[in-house]
């Protein structure tokens, strides 16, 4: 079975890779909850087109119970409308040069969804957002990969960053599992093979809560 991978490209015809100057990959871990939080967030700029372009993200989730919940470019927050008066608004939007983000399928493991406008030149922070479990891993401690996470082109500056609510979490990165240590910058790479995150199993007696909070993006998360 093929893995699904990430792309963000413009052109309804052609499907051009859009320019990724930089990428930040959050992870925040609750083991207690066996879930975590993912951000992924870009900076991305159309530097090809004198003119304002939509583009068409797809994200691959970790799992089929992954769940999208927060998307944003620039100051703009995608806001949830009917599904049926989704194209409706999306239209009057463009029309008034706005920013929109449509959902266009959520099925299985990959998130699609349309971005505009991207401006000629104008760097652009796009931001995703979502919640997966943690599976139990063969030494008896927890897991998540996202192998499908490659980019097309290498990204300038890739920053990955892991924090646990208990345990002590290990990014592993790409096919030959290196293991990096958090907020470990990479140069121009485009992070073949994706990434796992391990948790150590916790030690004997070590207790677990039964509510656990994290924040991210300015916002605090809660689980319980």
């Not at 700029?45 to 994200?59: H, M, P, S, T």
């Not at 995608?78 to 959902?103: D, F, L, Q, S």
């Not at 485009?190 to 007696?205: K, S």
């Amino acid at each position: 079975m093929t893995t699904p991978t990430f792309s963000l490209t413009y052109g309804e015809d052609v499907k051009l890779p859009l320019s990724v100057q930089a990428a930040d990959i959050s992870v925040q871990a609750v083991p207690s909850q066996r879930m975590c939080l993912i951000e992924l967030r870009l900076t991305v700029v159309n530097d090809a087109v004198d003119g304002d372009i939509e583009a068409a993200l797809r994200f691959p989730l970790p799992d089929s119970d992954a769940t999208i919940c927060g998307l944003s470019l620039g100051r703009d927050t995608a806001v949830a409308v009917p599904k049926a008066k989704a194209a409706e608004v999306a239209y009057k939007e463009k029309e008034k040069g706005r920013a929109v983000a449509t959902a266009a399928s959520v099925q299985g493991a990959v998130f699609e969804t349309t971005i505009f406008p991207l401006p000629f030149n104008e760097p652009k922070e796009l931001v995703v957002t979502c919640f997966t479990k943690l599976a139990a891993a063969a030494d008896h401690g927890l897991s998540m990969a996202l192998p499908g996470l490659t980019f097309a082109k290498p990204v300038p500056t890739v920053v990955l960053r892991t924090a646990a609510t208990e345990g002590t979490p290990l990014l592993l990165v790409g096919e030959a599992g290196t293991a990096l240590e958090t907020g470990t910058v990479m140069r121009g790479t485009t992070l073949p093979g994706g990434f796992t995150l391990r948790l150590a199993r916790p030690a004997a007696g070590t207790p677990l809560a039964e509510a656990a909070s994290a924040a991210c993006g300015g916002q605090l998360f809660w689980s319980g």
